[in-house]
């Protein structure tokens, strides 16, 4: 039998205003060549200055992965040629980055899973080479825009068991604050390394991948990669250490070139870049700044809130989310009915509008008020479900809703009873078959009562009034 090892880099943009050695903005998707300076563009005579707010985000991070923390910032230059990088060298760190020795702690198919963190660096991105036609043309916004690369041991075994971890470390970055972790929008970008070998003879052979652009690539690539390197070996052959790139329309690796060693690079230090020391108040903010970790978060609220496993991982899967959560919590909700509320209502009001939880109109207190008046009776299920839909857009008090659009639960018999009625005669053989047993009939007759009442009738009692009804039990 074989082991696998699997080994990720994992590069992810940080969210600063401005580039991390000049002030143009870090804006994503502005006009190609507008944020562009002397400094990122590497002219000579430009002298690059640190922006502390990308090192601040840079040492949360080595805080969130438990790394041993560089006390300073010391640059390299990673000397190369390629067309989207003017300087023909990136500013980077080699020998002393901001972190080294960390770990994850992950949830994976009902454990927990551990990778170490090899290191964390922080270094300024290229531009970008855009493919048009014959025409290849270069856009330098993204050039000197941060970048904090994580680097992993190869502590993962499986394609599956990676994409876990890596959905997981993209809600650790967005819980953090400092990435918006987005694969698909490339904003958290991965290589990813892997060898087999017989089992307990330790690593094989790495081949490297490269680019691969979703989380799901990522598990299809690794699984195609590992049963290409087993199929080799059970063949007699070896593994070329080589790098390869995911072919997404044919769902296999190609190879793209042999594998480049480090010293390949020629690392100097960065002679316009004195090794930065942030200071104890600096370090200080930075622990102060680390929000509760989602694995932490997510054990915490399944026992104070007795959710399962699934409920409270879900709600932890975005910060925003289970802040909200909480919130609401403490104005009162009981957690199973919110849930309910959160995962369902909430979740396709979220989904469909676009608009971020958080910044909806309906606060968690809001919800925690309809809830309440839904409880007590004093509006039903779908008006909650229109009181909700309608306070997640606009601005209103749900109390003075109800009054106002005339919402109050309708429990009065003799109320219901005419408009039963009513529907009843209008469809005398729904309500025969109704009368013989087809209880899935009676859907529709709550349908038309709820219909006329505009969804206050109390469903309990229009239920009892149209089976009654229909027996002839009253008249
Ligand atoms: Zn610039």
Redesign the pocket.
Known sequence: MYDTFIGLEIHIQLLTKT?V????SNNYGDEPNT???????GYPGTLPVLNTDALFMAYQVVGALKCKRAEAAIFERKNYFYPDMPKNYQISQFADPVGINGEVIFPFQGEEHRVRIHDVHLEEDAGKMIHAGDMSLLDYNRA?TPLLEIVTEPDLRSGEETEAFLRYFRTLVRTIGVSRGNMEEGNLRCDANISINTHGAGLGTKVELKNINSSRFVRLALEYEKERQIGIVEAGGSVDQETRLWNENKDITVVMRRKEESKDYRYFPEPDLPPYRPGEDFFRRVEESLPELPLDRQKRMEAAFSLTDEQASYLCEEKARADYFEAAVAAGSEAQHLYFWMSGDLAALVNKSGTPLEESRLSPEKLATVLRLLDNGAIHGPIAKKMVALLFEEEHDPEGLIAERGWKALDDTSKILPIVKKAVDANPSAAEQLKQGETKVLGFFMGQVMKETGGRADPETAKALITSYVKGEIV
Request: hydrophobic share 30%.
């Open positions: 580039k050695f000049c002030g143009c944020n562009v300076c002397p400094v990122c563009l000197g």
